[in-house]
């Protein structure tokens, strides 16, 4: 098996990506908080991120295969027919043994009491002997046919909550809410990049190779006031060696081209320690830094007259 790394550019891919901006940042504005429209609600940013997934794993679990799936012919048929989500709603029904004049249990108000002298059942169940005739629906305001107490008064809520156990989803159990003012949408991927050609950027100049140079293996000796350092290094024939960078205590110090294998560095401090690396480079690709050698510099011998 060979050992030599395959070329991989780095960025893998310099096309420009697309990202459709946000309309309600401001540049240079720090915000807190935000306001969210389907809660009607202030809330801090880091619950908003949350929110936002709440809702979007909501959208995911409306599943397009519970819709008929019908096609727009189909469904103006039904709109034609009266069968649409704009269709008449009844509110009373009745037979000839049974007459519910309110069926969806709605406040009633402006009614008037008559005596009941047929007998007629109570459709709610009320243990009454009268009969309310007449009066107008209360929409969006539920009550108790038979007490009057109000249940509910305005329009329910938009947002629908129930246990992630209700759609099976693992781990643990949390609210997940919808919003039925929501329309259910299901992403597209976007394939196509307008301001994006189909070709390899020819003359980019920001291409690196992912594969790098081995590093090098150095090692050294102290000398007077300086150090000699020497390495060996890995030849790689697709990233040939072009020149090796000496760093001293972190720092650039020397530039040698890839024929040498040593170079002495002085008019350093003696008795001082210094830490000493190598870096192999290729052209515009580098190497790992070598391992990191401690040396402190000779002093200088005095000469006797």
Not at 21 to 26: E, I, Q, Y
Not at 119 to 127: E, G, K, L, Q, Y
Not at 169 to 188: A, D, E, S
């Amino acid at each position: 098996m060979s050992t030599i790394p395959q070329y991989r550019p780095v960025p893998p891919r310099v096309w420009s990506r697309v990202e459709n901006p946000c309309t309600f940042l401001l540049p240079n504005t720090n915000y807190s908080e935000t306001y969210v429209p389907l809660n009607r609600q202030i809330i801090p940013l880091s619950q908003a991120d949350y929110e936002k997934k709440v809702y979007y794993k909501g959208n995911i679990l409306q599943y397009k295969a519970n819709s008929a799936c019908l096609t727009k012919s189909q469904k103006y048929t039904q709109l034609a027919k009266g069968m649409g989500p704009s269709r008449t709603k009844t509110f009373a029904t009745q037979t000839q043994i049974y007459s519910n004049p309110n069926t969806t249990g709605l406040l009633r108000v402006n009614y008037t009491i008559v005596p009941n002298t047929t007998n007629a059942p109570n459709p709610f169940d009320c243990s009454s002997n009268v009969i309310e005739d007449g009066g107008n629906l209360v929409c969006g305001t539920y009550a108790n046919p038979c007490t009057g107490e109000i249940i509910r008064r305005g329009i329910p809520p938009a947002n629908v909550c129930s246990s992630t156990t209700f759609s099976d989803v693992p781990g643990t159990p949390i609210l997940l809410c919808w919003n039925n003012r929501l329309q259910t949408w299901f992403p597209k991927t976007r394939r196509t990049m307008n301001n994006s050609g189909n070709k390899w950027p020819t003359g980019y100049k920001g291409l690196v190779s992912a594969s790098t140079p081995y590093p090098p293996t150095l090692s050294g000796m102290a000398i007077e006031d300086g150090v000699t350092l020497r390495w060996d290094n890995v030849q790689n024939s697709c990233l040939p060696i072009s020149d090796y960078f000496i760093y001293v205590n972190g720092s650039l110090q020397l530039k040698v081209p890839f024929t040498e294998t040593s170079a002495t560095i002085s008019n350093l401090t003696s008795g001082e320690l210094y830490s000493f690396y190598v870096i192999a480079a290729s052209r515009t690709v580098f190497s790992a830094p070598s391992n990191t050698v401690s040396i402190v510099p000779k002093k200088e011998r005095k000469i006797k007259k």
